[in-house]
C-alpha cells in the first residue's frame, strides 16, 4: 500500500461522505415539503445532525486529500485547471451549502417553537417551511458538489 493508495482512499471516503449526506437532505427537503405539522419537522432533527457531520468530514477530507493527491502526484499541478476549478466549486459549495444549512436550522428551530403550540396545522409556517432561498442555496451546493464529481472523473485538460 502506497502513500498515493491511502491518500485516495480517504479523498474518495470524504467524495462518498459529501454525497451521501446530499442525498440525506434532498430527501429531508422533499419529506418538509410534504409535512403538515411543525412536529413533522422537529423529527428530522436527528437525520439532519447525521447529514451536517458527513458534511463537514466530506468537506474537510476531500479538500485537504485532494490538495495532498495534485501535490504529491508528478502528472498534476494544483494549478491545472481542472484542479482550480474543483477548489472553486468546492467554495462555491462550502459557502451556500452553509447558507442553506442555516436557512433550514432556522426553519426547523421555528418548527419547535411552533410544535410546543396547541394548534398543530399553521399554514403560514408550512409556507415559510418551503423557503425558496433555502432550497435554491441546496440546489447550487448540490450543482457544485455533482460539476466537482464530473470533473473528478474525467479531469478535462489533464
Ligand atoms: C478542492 C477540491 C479537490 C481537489 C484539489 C481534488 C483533487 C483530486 C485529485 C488530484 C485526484 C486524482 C487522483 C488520481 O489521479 O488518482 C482526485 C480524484 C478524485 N476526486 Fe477529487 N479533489 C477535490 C474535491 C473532490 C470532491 C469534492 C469530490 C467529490 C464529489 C471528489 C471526488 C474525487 C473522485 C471520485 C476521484 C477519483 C476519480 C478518478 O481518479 O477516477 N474530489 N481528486
Redesign the pocket.
Known amino acids: 500500500v502506497s502513500l498515493?493508495d491511502v491518500l485516495?482512499f480517504l479523498?474518495?471516503v470524504?467524495?462518498f461522505a459529501?454525497?451521501g449526506a446530499i442525498t440525506l437532505f434532498s430527501i429531508v427537503i422533499v419529506a418538509t415539503w410534504r409535512a403538515e405539522r411543525p412536529s413533522d419537522i422537529v423529527e428530522f432533527a436527528g437525520v439532519t445532525r447525521l447529514g451536517g457531520l458527513l458534511v463537514m468530514v466530506g468537506t474537510l477530507m476531500?479538500?485537504v486529500f485532494?490538495?495532498w493527491?495534485?501535490i504529491d502526484?508528478d502528472q498534476?499541478r494544483?494549478w491545472d485547471g481542472w484542479?482550480v476549478a474543483?477548489?472553486i466549486l468546492?467554495a462555491i459549495?462550502s459557502e451556500t451549502g452553509r447558507r442553506s444549512a442555516d436557512a433550514y436550522e432556522r426553519i426547523g428551530t421555528e418548527a419547535a417553537q411552533f410544535a410546543q403550540e396547541p394548534v398543530t396545522v399553521r399554514p403560514e409556517f408550512r409556507a415559510r417551511s418551503r423557503s425558496v432561498q433555502a432550497l435554491g442555496m441546496h440546489l447550487v451546493a448540490t450543482c457544485a458538489?455533482l460539476l466537482?464529481?464530473a470533473d473528478?472523473?474525467w479531469?478535462p485538460g489533464a
Open positions: 498515493y485516495l479523498h474518495v470524504g467524495a459529501l454525497i476531500t479538500v485532494g490538495l493527491l495534485a502526484l498534476y494544483v484542479v474543483a477548489i468546492w459549495g458538489v466537482i464529481l473528478m472523473i479531469k
